[in-house]
């Protein structure tokens, strides 16, 4: 960790809301919990504190479906996904809220212990949100209208995690994506020089983290490298910063089970926290 860089941008944290990004100036909406595909109603219980007014928030990025809807014969997937139970609540609600506490542990960052889910379609919500997480983006299905808002977003300051997508397939789905909402901008490896692995701990050495579900593989699908990659503004600001071949999310949810290997959770949180501090910082 770099103690001296770390204090620098960490204080400069405790005025994000305030100053590092135009954003508008919109109530946002009331924190409402959804079931998700892995965890009902109730059955991740809510933290006491849960209605604490803080700096930051988990933002996790509500969907519509996409090209493997017919999934939805085999009943996980079915229903309206802005009520949840589809592909955007992977992981959800327990890796936001294992992430939350990790961050508020690990840095000064106020932080919210519970998550705020968030749509495109929503008015101008997504605005009151600078950082925003989405999962599985290989199997989403964004509408060119949530395409143009979340390039507005972007562009207007905000930053975009794209995690848990693996495989040609599921890179040429969210890079079809992209290019709707980025027709002139590039997907490029980000290099290990970027301030994005270096705001709080020094990550060069990435390596690949693996679901639990493919933890005896090695890897999904025929995504066997990770890819650390990322879009961005005319400033040499990262405005959306890509996960591919890998399962951040699961290093999240995970943290706390012992058969998860260590690993994984240790690079996935610290490389969370980096994006977290980067996004308020630049």
Same mark, same amino acid.
């Given at each position: 960790m770099k103690i001296g860089n770390a204090s620098w941008f960490l204080g400069c944290a405790l005025v994000f809301l305030g100053t590092a990004y135009a954003l508008d100036r919109t109530l946002p909406h009331p924190f409402r919990q959804?079931?998700?595909? @892995?965890y009902r109603l109730g059955t991740v219980p809510l933290p006491p504190d849960f209605q604490e007014k803080t700096e930051w928030a988990f933002a996790r990025l509500m969907y519509p479906g996409g090209w493997n809807d017919?999934?939805?014969a085999t009943g996980r997937y079915c229903g309206d996904w802005r009520e949840g139970l589809t592909l955007w609540t992977q992981d959800f609600p327990r890796a936001d809220r294992h992430f939350a506490q990790a961050v508020r542990r690990l840095t +000064?960052?106020?932080? +919210?212990?519970v998550e705020q889910p968030v749509s495109?379609?929503?008015?101008?919500d997504i605005y009151n949100w600078p950082w925003l997480y989405a999962v599985q983006v290989g199997e989403w299905g964004i509408t060119e209208t949530e395409a143009k808002k979340l390039r507005d977003y972007l562009l207007r300051g905000g930053f975009f995690m794209a995690?848990?997508?693996?495989g040609t397939v599921e890179w040429q789905v969210f890079e079809q994506s992209m290019k709707r909402v980025f027709p002139d901008r590039p997907i490029v490896d980000i290099p290990?020089?970027?301030?994005?692995?270096h705001t709080v701990y020094d990550l060069d050495d990435r390596y690949q983290v693996v679901g639990v @579900?493919?933890?005896a @593989?090695?890897?999904k699908k025929d995504g066997y490298v990770a890819r650390w990659r990322g879009i961005y503004d005319d400033k040499g600001r990262i405005m959306v910063a890509i996960s591919f071949n890998s399962d951040i999310g699961d290093s999240w949810e995970w943290a706390d089970e012992p058969q998860y290997p260590e690993k994984y959770s240790a690079l996935g949180i610290r490389v969370g926290v980096n994006y977290i501090v980067y996004a308020m910082t630049h």
């Open positions: 959804y079931p998700g595909v @892995e017919g999934y939805c +000064r960052i106020s932080v +919210r212990s495109l379609d929503d008015g101008d995690d848990d997508f693996h290990d020089s970027d301030a994005i692995f @579900e493919h933890l @593989e090695g890897h």
